[in-house]
C-alpha cells in the first residue's frame, strides 16, 4: 500500500509540475509558429494544433484552463503568431484579439510579372495570403468603376489578369 501511495503521489508530483511550466511557459526552448484559426475551431481543436506545433505540451490541461476562466468560446479567425514562452493565459489574450498593427511594406510589380508571382510576393511581405490574392484576381467585383465596364469571361481564369500594373 506505501509502494502504491508514493507511486501516486510521485505521478501527480511529476504532472502538476510539467503543468505548471507548460502553464506558464518557463523553462521551455524558444520557438515561434503561426496558428491558423477558421470560424468554426473548437478549443479542442485549437489545443490541439497548439500542442502539434510545439507550443504546449499539454492541450488537456491548456482546454481545462480555458473552461475553468470561460474563455474558450471567443477565438477570433485569423493566422497568429505564438511562440513557447507564452503563458496560456498570453497565447489566450494573443487568439481572442484582432490585431490593429499596421505596417507599411513596399512591394515593387515589375513588367512581365505574372498573378501567381504576384501573389507569392504580396505573401512574402506579409500583405495578404497568396490563395485570398489569387482568388480575388478570379472574379469581377464592383469596387472599382471600371470592373463594373468588363464582362466576364469563361475562358479567362484570372479575370483581372491585364489590370494590376506595373508599380511600387
Do not use: W
Request: glycine letters at 6%; hydrophobic letters at 40%; a negative charge.
Amino acid at each position: 500500500l506505501s509502494v502504491f501511495i508514493i507511486s501516486i503521489s510521485a505521478f501527480l508530483a511529476t504532472y502538476i509540475v510539467k503543468s505548471a511550466l507548460d502553464f506558464t511557459g518557463i523553462g521551455k526552448t524558444y520557438c515561434q509558429a503561426e496558428i491558423h484559426i477558421n470560424e468554426d475551431s473548437t478549443t479542442d481543436e485549437i489545443a490541439q494544433d497548439l500542442a502539434n506545433l510545439g507550443i504546449i505540451n499539454m492541450p488537456d490541461v491548456f482546454k481545462l484552463y480555458t473552461k475553468m476562466f470561460g474563455k474558450g468560446d471567443k477565438f477570433i479567425k485569423g493566422t497568429f503568431t505564438v511562440d513557447t514562452t507564452m503563458s496560456y493565459s498570453a497565447l489566450i489574450s494573443e487568439l481572442q484579439t484582432v490585431s490593429t498593427v499596421n505596417q507599411t511594406v513596399s512591394i515593387q510589380i515589375t513588367e512581365g510579372m505574372t498573378i501567381d508571382e504576384i501573389a507569392q510576393m504580396m505573401e512574402d511581405n506579409r500583405v495578404c495570403r497568396a490563395e485570398d490574392f489569387m482568388e480575388q484576381c478570379k472574379t469581377l467585383g464592383d469596387t472599382y468603376k471600371f470592373q463594373k465596364r468588363l464582362e466576364n469571361k469563361k475562358l479567362k481564369y484570372y479575370q483581372m489578369e491585364g489590370y494590376i500594373f506595373p508599380d511600387t
